[in-house]
């Protein structure tokens, strides 16, 4: 089955520490991305990449790093600088960006202690 | 969300039908996704709309209408399944922008 899966689905984490979050896709898409979501607010853009080795900054980078050393891959690193990390997080995938349908995993619940 | 406005929270009963509507800014407007969302859960597609009028899929629709920067969800035949809630999501600019979504509560 062709999908985008995130692991691990409930996360925590100390004060302090840094967090890499995971995101795989087995559908052959270029583009994918990393969200945010918190209660009361749309989801907001982190990171995103259109190509292996290439990726853009979003609306919401601060404290965050990213990498696409795969197509299939583009783990999410939750850094100390991150100075309110406790959220839903969301990876998703498309054909090509912009505007193609976007294909989104499960979500990380990540909580810091 | 961005430049999007969406009613926070709607109930209905089941079979009922139910619209849900969301406005935008029209400026560098491409298209517009409505999602669905279920509690903790990843967004799902439902429609993409481009061009203006109502788009029929099943049980849902969706319209759009460009010149007013408006577009509606329209929920038919409710279902106790269709309790979640409902993201509508600009594109444009090279870039998506989520509304905060609209929470759908059916009831028996």
């Known amino acids: 089955d062709g999908g985008i899966t995130q692991s691990p689905k409930y996360l925590f984490r100390k004060e302090g520490q840094n967090v890499t979050l995971s995101c795989e896709q087995n559908?052959?898409?270029?583009?994918m991305y990393w969200y945010r979501q918190d209660p009361g607010q749309g989801l907001r853009l982190i990171y995103y990449?259109?190509?292996?080795?290439?990726?853009q900054k979003g609306d919401i980078a601060e404290g965050y790093s990213v990498s696409r050393e795969k197509k299939e891959s583009f783990p999410l690193t939750v850094t100390s600088a991150q100075k309110n990390p406790t959220a839903f997080y969301l990876c998703?995938?498309?054909?090509?960006?912009?505007?193609?349908?976007?294909?989104f995993g499960p979500g990380t619940r990540l909580t810091v202690l | 969300g961005q430049n999007i406005d969406q009613p926070t929270e709607m109930t209905a009963t089941e079979g009922a039908i139910v619209q849900i509507n969301c406005t935008y800014q029209?400026?560098?407007?491409?298209?517009l996704f409505w999602y669905q969302q279920h509690a903790g859960e990843a967004p799902t597609f439902l429609s993409y709309?481009?061009?203006?009028g109502l788009e029929e899929k099943g049980r849902f629709s969706s319209f759009l209408s460009r010149s007013k920067g408006y577009s509606y969800l329209l929920l038919k035949e409710l279902q106790m399944k269709d309790s979640a809630s409902y993201l509508c999501?600009?594109?444009?600019?090279?870039?998506?922008?989520f509304g905060t979504g609209t929470r759908l509560l059916v009831s028996p």
């Open positions: 998703a995938s498309s054909i090509s960006e912009p505007y193609n349908e976007q294909f």
């Open positions: 990449s259109q190509i292996v080795n290439d990726f």
């Open positions: 709309n481009v061009l203006d």
């Open positions: 029209t400026s560098g407007f491409n298209g």
């Open positions: 999501v600009r594109t444009g600019f090279q870039k998506l922008v």
């Open positions: 559908l052959n898409h270029d583009a």
